[in-house]
């Protein structure tokens, strides 16, 4: 059955130094090249999905006002504005693996790589269907939020999803943890490295 991997956000900023950081994003980044250098073939469309933010607004309220400390839970320090050295993908993430790049949240909060497009204004959904795929392994940053959110969409419009959490990374144990539950609790698969392997 035709399969997509969905790599969400795996950006400068999510990641350690960043501005919104993640423990353990460097090395979810390099795992997820592996993970492509060893095994790549699995997949016939590979989708890379990036945080793309205006830098002259609040992009809908997702930037925290200035002066005002950000909530950590719907507002958020500026972080992977377009064009900037903090929204490109983390060096440890081979581009040349991605056969088609998604941008979301441009003037608005957007976690799901089903809200945003790739530059010929295609959505993921679409991108998935045109290709005839019918299973997604969704890997990336942040497994507690775009993650998560990115997976449960696949999971509605149809798809069978399987989020691999070893290549990922999260903001908060505690918020990683409840999502990793919320994910099952829908259906998603969580599978290991190893047990992907051993398919």
């Not at 959505?123 to 942040?142: P, S």
């Amino acid at each position: 059955m035709p399969r997509a991997l969905i790599i969400v956000d795996v950006q400068n900023d999510f990641t350690e130094g960043g501005a919104l950081a993640t423990d353990g994003g460097a090395a979810a980044a390099e795992a997820i090249t592996r993970h492509l250098s060893e095994d790549g073939d699995r997949y016939d469309l590979v989708v890379g999905t990036r945080d793309w933010h205006d830098a002259a607004n609040d992009n809908g309220g997702h930037f925290a006002a200035p002066g005002t400390e950000p909530n950590f839970v719907d507002t958020w320090p500026v972080h992977c504005v377009a064009g900037t050295p903090g929204a490109e993908y983390h060096p440890g993430l081979e581009a040349r693996h991605i056969d088609v790049h998604i941008v979301k949240g441009i003037g608005k909060p957007a976690y799901s790589g089903f809200e945003g497009e790739s530059e010929d204004g295609a959505t993921l959904e679409e991108l998935l269907n045109d290709a005839e795929i019918r299973e997604v392994d969704v890997v990336g940053i942040a497994t507690d939020y775009c993650v998560k959110a990115t997976a449960l969409d696949a999971l509605r419009a149809g798809f069978t999803v399987t989020v691999i959490p070893d290549l990922t990374s999260a903001v908060a144990t505690q918020t990683r943890d409840l999502a990793l539950a919320e994910m099952a609790d829908a259906g998603v698969r969580l599978v290991s490295l190893a047990e992907l392997a051993a398919e």
